[in-house]
Each structure stands twice: as C-alpha cells, then as structure tokens.
C-alpha cells in the first residue's frame, strides 16, 4: 500500500469493543443487535464503552430495526440520543433516515447534524437503500455529514465497486465515502486500489461459544455470541498502514 488507510471495525458488545482495538483498529462503530443490522446501545453499554476504550468509538443511532423511514417521535429519539453520545464523551455517531419514497430526508438530517456538532457523523447503510445515490450523495453533503458507510448499493461490497468508485469521484474530497460490507483480509488491497477509498470497515466477525453450563433442551435456544478475530484486524492492519 502506498498510503495509510484507517480502519473501523463494526461491533456488537463491550468484549469484542476492548479486543478490536487491542487488535489494532483505529475506530470503532457501536451497534446492538446484529440480527436487526444495529441499533442504539444502551446506556450502559454506552458508558462502559466509553470508560474502557481510547480510540474513537461512534455509536449507531437507530431506534429499531426495519425500515429507514423514521416518525417525528423516532427522530426525537434519535436526537435525544445523540445528545446523551455528546454527553458520554462520544467522538462521533452514526445514523441514516430516508423519507418514504427512498430519498434522503434531507431536513432532518441537517437537524441531527446540527445537534451532533461537534461530533462527526456517519451517514449509514440507509444510503444503500436510497433510491438515487448520486442526488443522495450530494443532499448528506449539504446536511453536513462527514461520510458515508456504503457497500454500492448491493450486499457485498466486492459486487459494488463501480458504484463506490464513482460516489469517491463524485465527493472529490468533500465527504468520505467508508466501503463495508464483505470486506476482509483476502480483498482489501484491491478495494481499496479499486476505489480510492481511505477508509475501510469491517466486523471482523466470528461467533464463540457459550460459557453457560446447562441448557434447557425443552427451550432450544442459540447462546452463543458476537466476537470479533483479532488476527484478522492484524492481518487486515498490516496490509493497509
């Protein structure tokens, strides 16, 4: 590589948050529930997070999962929240909200945003689902939002790197445009040699078993967890510094 690219790993619990940076990540996403594709730590949560790590960490602001579009009473919430970020020490957050017919709801991300400063914002996965990403791209620009968590519109952000590549273009330096989604150790040099990206993130994500001793066989149930594969931040770590 011949530039320093950062690193952001995605993460669902306050162990894995702890491993991830003695792993070498320089940032920290923030989500619960995995299942639900993230959404807002709890307070807890939150402040263990915030006690225990020194990198950046942006928490996720996402009242449920489902869909993008949020009522006036979830877009309280989600300022509430940001400012309860602000209050914890937070160095950023990360949030997305569309309006029903799949364009950003350009007024009230501008509000958040607003609400947010100083924190740097994250606009979420909720860009790929938008319906234009071009007009999108350049509504979070104008809201003010400081980049965008993408994997180009489709699930995998290996299929998506002709898109990624033409929203850095489009940014000409303006927001920084974060590919996700798929991204690991075998493919990285070349996202990031295809896209131009200086950012990239991952969760790094593997599942351990539970420590519990006795299981209710009536009751089946999956225990085990989220954590995250420490050697593949170092792996992925050593290929992009």
Do not use: W
């Amino acid at each position: 590589m011949t530039k320093s690219v950062l690193l952001e790993i995605c993460v669902f619990n306050t162990a894995t948050a702890v491993a991830a940076e003695n792993a070498g990540a320089d940032r920290i996403e923030l989500c619960e529930n995995y299942a639900n594709g993230g959404t807002t730590p709890s307070y807890g949560y939150l402040k263990t997070v915030r006690e225990k790590i020194s990198i950046p960490v942006f928490p996720m602001i996402r009242p449920r999962g489902g869909d993008y579009f949020h009522t006036a009473d979830e877009i309280e919430i989600i300022r509430k929240d940001i400012l309860l970020c602000k209050e914890l020490g937070f160095d950023g957050v990360v949030f997305g909200i569309l309006n029903q017919d799949g364009t950003v709801d350009h007024e009230n991300t501008a509000r958040l945003v607003e609400a947010a400063y100083p924190l740097e914002v994250t606009f979420h996965r909720a860009f790929d689902r938008c319906k234009n990403p071009s007009e999108a791209l350049e509504k979070i620009i104008v809201a003010g939002c400081n980049r965008v968590l993408t994997s180009g519109q489709v699930p995998k952000v290996t299929d998506g790197l002709k898109m990624v590549k033409e929203l850095v273009d489009q940014a000409d330096g303006r927001i920084v445009i974060l590919p996700g989604s798929g991204l690991n150790s075998s493919n990285v040099e070349m996202i990031i040699q295809s896209t131009g990206v200086n950012e990239v993130h991952t969760s790094a994500r593997i599942r351990i078993p539970s420590a519990t001793r006795f299981r209710n066989e009536k009751m089946p149930e999956d225990f085990d967890s989220d954590f995250v594969d420490a050697t593949e931040i170092q792996r992925i770590k050593q290929l992009i510094v």
